[in-house]
């Protein structure tokens, strides 16, 4: 079976020729304003994944690249949209805004975890998972790195690296306005606006989002929709030169969102004649679990809510003392998140048996970091860079449950409310957390001979973690103080062969390691009670090992380029969760082995005048090495991870008049089948979506007018399947209308 994948992933580079084939960015990527033109052909693709600018070509890691252009072609909203194009990378987002499931050639994030890669904003780190599913505007690049980046990005980018990179500030007066609509009553507004203060020297860029959805799913028991979504995101860059040599660089945003939360079907839930409430006489069916299985109506007794506030702040400063470029980053972020919603198994059958109260969870995260790095010149046979990092991250959570009285959920955080009329408090597990993290990174990278480059990357990360349990839990040891502490020296060693502009040839070896932290304090004994092994109030750190070996290669004067990678990843500790229902938790254990083997490649070309085309192929497969909590698990396949992903469409735009352009687009992607737990118990198998998009372009007059479908075939599928029987359905069918005039 395995070569047969490994035969397929080859002959796509073939296959794709014959037919159409892609372009995650079609042009280039926009060059920073103080690099020259003569730094790149026109059709050029440059990127910054290895921290300075380089042709895509020419640097010898995995990377997907978007430009500008490319963002607005997709229609690249949200984070997920970019991660569907994108080859052996998934994401299962659910439950609430914060909380989402990356998938990066197997290296998995799960609830409560941190993200196997790093996210960088602009030069700034993001230190908060719950941060990363954002809507996005007013992006001018976005480079997904695959594979280990521990020693540039630091710890938690185990599986890669995403770099985000918004449109920066113009001379010039510039903006754009945006207004949409879709389906579940859907409107969005989006403007921007850029320009000099003082010209060359004082530029600021501003800009704005509000998307308001009514929701797509009917809850039957309240009569209202089950997932409503409301999104207000601001962001600000002030930018000053003083001279040619110092750039300062100020960037603020805001982001609150409100929405529907914990909207999820508990499949062995028998329901009654009335198909709301649970059947008396025989209640649950454990025989019912499919994760094919798709529900799109709700019953619960309460609409779950989500209500998520982000704001950042970072000042970033380079300096080019010719001999070097030193860059300063402090960031500042502050998140706050409250959850609440029904209890398993979220039906109107109300405190039936005991069951269906509430739960809510609030968390409230500080965190500082701070940043600085020293960079050489590129254009010369010895480069290298060095630099230290810093963040300290305070964070509070608290996860209840409560008697559903039927008037609804109050706000519960620090304490808990035991006499509140609504949902007085059954169970309380809360604890403060203070985490620190110092690093010191390096890398240099030298010609051996023309087109041979040797690279050697170096970083260590020592993370601590101080935990306070809360005095009013209910379970474990209220009052608790526990420390603990993880670091690990990352290492990456890269050889590429470039005989000429056009191939490109590496191998390389890194490790890298995801930080462990404490589960809440009580959870380990709750999880015995309900008979879930492996739970302990401490995660072990998760740490891999990764062999790559790949090329790049350009053709057709390029106009076609193919890039291929093979890949083998040996994890300790692999994070994954638990659900424990009967106090609302979510827990982490280890998988004490996983190996991950396989690969992807993909294509892009310019078939005609503005006809282009794209296809890719990821393979992998995630193999159980070593499980002590539970042995019989031993072979199965690694939960959370797709055997297989299939990325391809096409795009043309041709001119209808002197003023009008045609744009239509189709896009194809494949989710394989995967496993969501250990015991491979239920299997979700291939998902096939598929998205269009037509409409008319004035680009003289900076108008557009575009349609789209999204799901245009309404495949009917789980998003995510937690183990026995907990269903998040995914999105249906989803039209769309945007207008947009740019100036």
Do not use: C
Not at 335 to 355: C, H, K, M, W
Not at 706 to 721: C, H, P
């Amino acid at each position: 079976m395995r070569r047969k994948y490994l035969a397929r992933l080859f002959s796509v580079g073939t296959l794709v020729l014959a037919g159409p084939v892609s372009a995650q960015s079609l042009p280039a990527p926009s060059v920073p304003s103080n690099t020259s033109d003569d730094e790149k052909a026109p059709s050029e693709i440059v990127v910054t994944a290895r921290g300075r600018i380089e042709r895509l070509q020419d640097v010898p890691i995995a990377v997907s690249a978007f430009d500008a252009q490319a963002i607005k072609d997709a229609k690249i909203d949200r984070v997920g949209d970019f991660i569907g194009l994108t080859p052996n990378v998934t994401i299962a987002q659910s439950e609430s805004s914060g909380l989402s499931a990356i998938s990066i050639r197997g290296v998995t994030q799960v609830r409560n975890s941190e993200a196997p890669v790093a996210v960088v904003v602009d030069g700034v780190l993001q230190n908060n998972p719950r941060q990363f599913a954002q809507e996005l505007f007013d992006v001018s690049n976005i480079e997904v790195l695959r594979g280990p980046q521990g020693a540039l990005y630091g710890r938690n980018a185990t599986g890669g690296a995403i770099i985000i990179t918004t449109r920066q500030p113009t001379n010039e007066l510039a903006g754009h306005l945006r207004a949409g609509y879709a389906t579940g009553n859907e409107y969005l507004g989006e403007v921007s606006l850029s320009g000099a203060l003082v010209k060359d020297k004082l530029l600021f860029r501003i800009g704005g989002r509000f998307t308001e959805r009514k929701g797509y799913f009917d809850n039957i028991t309240v009569g209202q929709k089950e997932d409503p979504y409301r999104d207000t995101s601001i962001s600000g860059l002030l930018m000053w030169r003083p001279t040619s040599a110092l750039t300062v660089s100020l960037r603020g945003s805001l982001s609150r969102t409100r929405g529907g939360a914990l909207d999820f079907r508990y499949q062995p839930a028998n329901l009654a004649a009335d198909g709301r409430s649970l059947n008396a006489a025989n209640p649950f069916d454990f025989t019912k679990p499919d994760a094919d299985r798709v529900d799109r109506t709700f019953y619960s007794t309460n609409i779950g809510r989500d209500a998520r506030d982000i704001d950042d702040l970072s000042l970033k400063a380079d300096l080019a003392v010719g001999w070097a470029t030193i860059t300063s980053v402090t960031a500042y972020n502050r998140l706050e998140e409250f959850v609440s919603g029904d209890q398993v198994p979220y039906t109107a059958s109300r405190n039936i048996f005991g069951l269906d109260g509430t739960q809510t969870q609030y968390i409230n995260i500080r965190a500082l970091s701070q940043e600085l790095r020293l960079t050489s010149p590129t254009a010369q046979r010895f480069r290298w860079m060095i630099g230290g990092y810093y963040l300290t991250t305070k964070r509070f959570i608290s996860t209840t449950t409560g008697f559903d009285s039927g008037t609804g959920i109050e706000r519960v955080e620090y304490s808990p409310r035991p006499a509140t009329a609504s949902n007085p408090t059954l169970s309380f597990f809360a604890d403060d957390n203070r985490n620190r993290d110092y690093a010191g990174f390096g890398n240099v990278a030298y010609d051996l001979i023309p087109g041979l480059e040797a690279s050697f990357a170096l970083r260590y990360d020592n993370e601590t973690r101080h935990q306070t349990v809360s005095r009013f839990n209910t379970g474990g040891v209220p009052s608790a103080v526990n420390d603990a502490s993880f670091h690990k020296w990352q290492p990456k060693a890269t050889l590429s062969y470039k005989p000429t502009r056009s191939v490109n040839i590496y191998a390389s070896y890194g490790q890298g390691f995801r930080s462990g932290q404490f589960n809440q304090n009580g959870t380990a004994a709750a999880a015995i009670l309900a008979g879930i092994p492996g739970v302990a109030d401490r995660v072990p750190q998760e740490n891999t090992r990764t062999y790559e070996v790949g090329g790049k290669l350009s053709l057709a004067g390029g106009r076609v380029h193919i890039d291929g990678a093979l890949f083998d990843t040996r994890v300790t500790n692999q994070q994954y969760f638990v659900f424990i229902g009967a106090i609302g938790a979510q827990v982490l254990v280890p998988i004490d082995r996983v190996r991950l083997r396989g690969g992807e490649i993909a294509a892009t070309a310019e078939l005609a005048r503005g006809l282009s085309a794209y296809a890719s192929f990821g393979y992998t497969d995630g193999t159980i090495r070593r499980y002590a909590v539970t042995p019989a698990d031993i072979g199965n396949k690694a939960p959370y991870v797709p055997e297989t992903t299939i990325n391809g469409g096409a795009q043309y735009r041709v001119p209808v008049s002197s003023e009008l352009n045609l744009f239509a687009r189709g896009d194809y992607r494949r989710l394989g089948k995967q496993y969501w737990d250990p015991e491979n118990s239920s299997a979700r198998s291939n998902v096939d979506l598929v998205d269009f998009r037509l409409g008319i372009e004035a680009p003289r007059r900076g108008l557009s007018l575009i349609g789209s479908v999204e799901n245009a075939f309404d495949k009917r599928y789980n998003s995510e399947y937690v183990a026995v029987g907990f269903a998040h359905a995914a999105p249906p069918r989803v039209w769309r209308v945007d207008l947009r005039y740019d100036f």
